[in-house]
């Protein structure tokens, strides 16, 4: 692992930061999770993306500006301590994005990719099933061969941002009598296409964006297969893995929360090793993430090591959080509008989001299996 930084690499750190400075709004914007938020948000992607900025590591055909991995992992820690905008196209530009790269053809990548760089197109994730969770080798959502294309039938739920978002992708059983991990194909599909029903699920914060998605004999043309019929299972994994694992947006993430908490730290004395540990523990998913970085620019793949990272960033998310309700007490429950609220009220929000953590982008329990069974070699767990 090399963090020595090139004079280009710190150059393109300082354009970032000045840019940042001049233009992320002075006052949060709306919570995505909502209409009007989705809307100004979806805005913010465009500003983004006029600037540049939208999709740094992206070939510039597609709107990026070819940086590297490394100028990409400063241009988030950037984006994070200057406290911009939540990345409403986050489902498309960092988990859909890399599978079109890997398995996309030129015909996908030339229509997808520009419209999801500048804000167009803003896309949900359509894995969960109510029976299957977040084992996706579970699903029971059907694809049908047709003249053309294929009919797709069935349920998807825990949806982000579905409610509103324009697109979606997502695996379906495309033959019913192969093996589990075997049958499936990855299949995108529109969310007003004839045939989708998309139902806002409540959440714990009350937002209406998360949804479940109904699909009744859905068409869908053979272009919008992504990779091989029947292969899904594989191609799948490239998403996962880019959500699991590499997520180079996570460690400025983390970054900027522990630096706020450090800054809250009032000297309570009870509460001082978890504020040290939070901190050390975001110091520590950084240098993680920059030894994915050398590997992966090593011409390593993001393998199955991708669970621990979710374990441990999404338990870390939430001890870093609940140190800093402890912390400052009733005011931390203070929420953004409120003058007295810490932080613009980023606390309550980035807690509630935090107790999702285990649970999406696969359970910590799915994660545990797969590091048990994956990584450490042990035996299967009896199904």
Do not use: C
Not at 348 to 357: K, Q, R, S, T, V
Request: net charge negative; proline share 6%.
């Amino acid at each position: 692992m090399d963090l020595t930084f090139s004079a280009e690499d710190l150059a393109f750190r300082d354009e970032v930061r000045t840019w940042l400075r001049a233009n992320v709004p002075a006052e949060p914007l709306p919570s995505l999770e909502t209409e009007t938020g989705f809307a100004a948000h979806r805005q913010w992607e465009k500003t983004l993306h006029a600037a540049g900025f939208s999709v740094v590591s992206w070939p510039v055909e597609f709107g990026g500006r070819d940086v590297s991995l490394v100028q990409w992992l400063l241009f988030e820690e950037e984006y994070y301590a200057a406290g911009a905008p939540g990345r409403v196209g986050q489902n498309g530009i960092f988990l859909l994005a890399p599978t079109l790269f890997e398995h996309g053809t030129a015909e996908q990548r030339e229509r997808f990719l520009p419209r999801m760089a500048s804000g167009e197109d803003v896309w949900a994730q359509a894995w969960s099933e109510p029976e299957a969770g977040s084992d996706l080798a579970g699903i029971r959502s059907r694809a049908r061969r047709v003249p053309g294309g294929w009919r797709l039938s069935g349920q998807k739920t825990w949806s982000s941002r579905a409610a509103f978002a324009d697109w979606a992708f997502g695996l379906f059983r495309s033959d019913p009598d192969a093996e589990r991990h075997r049958g499936l194909t990855y299949f995108l599909f529109p969310l007003d296409a004839a045939g989708v029903t998309v139902r806002p699920i409540g959440r714990i914060d009350g937002k209406p964006a998360f949804a479940e998605i109904f699909l009744n004999d859905v068409f869908v043309p053979d272009s919008d297969v992504l990779g091989e019929v029947g292969e899904g299972w594989r191609v799948a994994m490239s998403t996962t893995g880019s959500e699991r694992g590499l997520s180079l947006r996570s460690p400025g993430r983390f970054l900027a929360a522990a630096q706020r908490l450090v800054e809250s730290w009032n000297g309570a004395a009870q509460l001082q090793d978890r504020v040290v540990d939070a901190w050390i523990g975001a110091s520590a998913y950084r240098l993680a993430t920059f030894e994915t970085v050398t590997k992966v620019l090593a011409g390593s793949p993001v393998g199955p090591e991708s669970s621990m990272n979710k374990v441990f960033w999404s338990e870390l998310d939430i001890a870093l959080h609940e140190a800093a309700m402890d912390l400052l007490g009733p005011d931390a429950e203070l929420t953004a509008g409120s003058p007295a609220a810490p932080d613009g009220g980023a606390w309550p929000d980035g807690y509630l989001f935090a107790l999702a953590g285990p649970i999406y982008a696969g359970t910590n329990e799915i994660q545990r299996n797969v590091i048990a069974e994956r990584v450490l070699g042990l035996p299967r767990e009896p199904r």
